[in-house]
């Protein structure tokens, strides 16, 4: 720790009268003063003394000296690199040190300074030294002038209260600087760029704070957030004797954390090992004492195992004359076979297209199961191009249909009754064209005819103030459009607006009508909170600090006897008011109240209100040790990697395989007769296959735009290996290979969306996933909706994130730099469903730019944009 007494003002020093050797030498020219004093980690304090020379002198300085009274001095400098004598000046008769053979010194104006060190011994101590007054003696021509300079002592006092974080990797420590004497105001200067006196959500390390007062003192200090040590979790496994038997095990090892433990499989066991278990890759949640948590992950694999394989033959469109024929390979032999088409011969033929799943089962009782897909000889493709309909309906759309891959002629039978190859003459809507080629061969394709429309663009100012009336909504083109609002308004301009949702329906010259929807937003409301303390429980010694949120920028913060800052001190109990006002001249005023109670300490006038400080835990507000960390970012030690991906194959393929791959859908947008939703394909981290392709089924409509996350290739129509039609993301590469948590995006339009179309796609879709010789279909699961908010935006110095769940469940929040890099995760616990909950994020002095945030669920995701000014 070291403290530095910075001399700013001249009120911090006075000299005493300078007098003089001799009666006839008159006034000395000559000053000093003190500019800095230092503590040394050593304990020994290092002045600086600046010497200064007037215009009206009569001899030049030839040495300068001074009296050290006790103490040891050492590492005497000077800023002119004159001569250093220690020890007694006969001339001044001054003991300590002196500066000699100075020279021009006095001539004109001018100043040097003296460095010099000293440390306390058995005659002083280092808090004598402090405030001690030093003498010293100007030797100039037959003059000597003596000075005392007398130094206000140190008041600057303060201590940290630390709060360690409660688990290794936990974000939950802090640091609160205690001023215990000083000026005001208090400025404090972190070495990780937090403000004020509070450091909060931090993990284990160390942390420095320069705290500086109004006297321009600096106090600098240092404290260490510990953290309990990580939870280990290591196992034995025991491999099971062969597929279908639940002879397998995993036995445990944990160390670290506090006991006792508590385990959670994710076959829902909960004791410590894991016994009687097939193969399988297998997760263990385990929690501490204090709620702390770690999980593993174990794969347990079979000794010995069937090799099933096999050779599909495609089906004629006309006739079912689909086979497959299997081979099989270990086990002990005497094969029971059961097809699910109810044969049990090895090999099956005269099948129609389709999935065939095969058990096959040995003489000992070990199983493996396959599925195959017959898929048809067809290469008939359908493609078409539509043009638009008139927005006032005049049946002037097209649609011209293209087939390739027919055998002989073709017959056509369209949704609307016509037989003809393209059609014309039509109102907008969706039209179903079936086409059979002469082999029996049959296809379909579903084409939107669109209606013109118009462009409206629109400028939307928000509230100034929370609760305000003066933002606005203006619209383009302001001619050649009406705008007829459904509170009765008319014309392109609102003024004067609160915060709301405000429709309004557009007609064009030509009688085009669109239904629009415009928000107008209120900022945050400016919301003070306080904290009250009174670390000596003494009549005037509350302090009040206040922290303010909500409204736009930084804060002006004036209390009612017309001081300013976030922190007053000094005070006795009452009632004190507050005002803080924004930058957008935005204003609140709150009533702090000052009592013993508030600052945990007990009522000398009521001697029935025992507070309690030492009760720490809040029984209203408890945390769910029970609640697992986040599983969605693994690192798997101990899963070996699978060398094995096998080529993507007509088959065979098997639906029994370990899923590890999920996918949620968002519906981003409906407009007019177009949807665009949103997938979200997560891999978590249960390593079986790489990821090769998936296949999203889309029943009517047209699609008229696809992008993935990742670049990947895009394909529509029907997928020949999973019987999905739509469009699949192929050649897929790096997903699902390793064994940490990845996902990446999807985004599409349907056009074309009649009533009956709609019906369909409010439906989840139908979803398959290919990798290895596995394949897994499933239904996406449709995203629940969920509001989330982040103000100020843009901002300055913070921002707010403000969340409410549909459901109860686990959350990450995370926030990404520019680049895509994560930032900082602000939160990872549970959330209630309908509790709205808020972060608040401090961005590092000096950044700046488009920063995303993203709130992702056990079940929901939220991203948002956040933009960071200088």
Known sequence: M??????????LLFITGVSAQKKDCGNSCFSSEIQTVETLASGCLRYTVAVNAGTDCV??????????????????TNSRNWKIAYGLDPTTGTNGFKIDDIEGFGDSAGEFTVTFEIC??????????????????YKAGTCVYRETIDVVCSKLDASLRITNASCASGLDGSIEVLIADGAEPFTFDWSHGFEGRLAENLPAGEYSVTVTDGNGEILELTGIVSAPESIVISGEISDASCSGKEDGSVVLAVSGGAAPYSYQWNNQTT?????????GYYTVLVTDANGCSNYANFQVRNITAIQLSGQVTRTSCAEPDGAIDIEIAGGSGNYNIEWSNGATTEDISGLEAGI??????????????????????????LSATATTTGCIEDNSGTIDLTITGQTGNVTVSWS???????????????????????????????VYVTADSFEVSSEISNTTCYGGNDGSIILSPGTGVTYQWTDGYIGNERLSLESGVYRVSATNEAGCVRELLYVVADPAPITITSQISNDGCLTDGFTAFIEVAGGSGTYDIVWEDGTAGEMKTGLAEGIYSVTVTDNNGCSVTEMISVSYPEAGCEDPADPTDPTDPTDPTDPTDPTDPTDPTDPTDPTDPTDPTDPTDPTDVDGPFTTDCEDSFDVIVDQLNDSGNCRTYRLIVSYNGNKTHGLSHMAVEVPCGEITDIYNSSGWKIVEGTDPKTGISGFKIDDINGFGEGHEYQEFTIEYTVCGVSDECSLLLNESPRVAFKYGTCIDFEVAEMEINENAIAYPNPTTDYVKIQYTSAISQNVRVEIFDPSGNLATILFRDKVESGVTNTWTWYPDKGISGMFTYRIVGDHTMKTGKVMIMK
């Not at 011994?121 to 405030?131: F, P, Q």
């Open 120 to 137: 306390p011994d058995t005659e002083c101590t280092a808090d004598g030294l402090k405030c001690w007054s030093p003498e010293v003696a």
């Open 416 to 446: 609307n009754g016509a037989s003809s190859e393209d059609l014309d003459g039509l109102a907008a809507g969706m039209y179903m064209a079936t086409v059979t080629d002469e082999s029996g061969c049959e296809a379909s394709i579903s």
């Open 59 to 76: 001899h030049a300085l030839s040495h300068f000296s001074m009296d050290i009274p006790c103490g040891n001095i050492s590492n005497v």
């Open 271 to 279: 004791e410590k090992d894991l016994s009687g278990v097939m193969a």
């Open 356 to 381: 065939y799943n095969v058990v096959v089962t040995d003489g000992s009782g070990c199983t493996a199961s396959g599925a195959f897909f017959v898929q048809e000889k067809n290469s008939l493709r």
């Open 2 to 11: 070291r403290y530095i007494f910075t001399w700013l003002c001249l009120n």
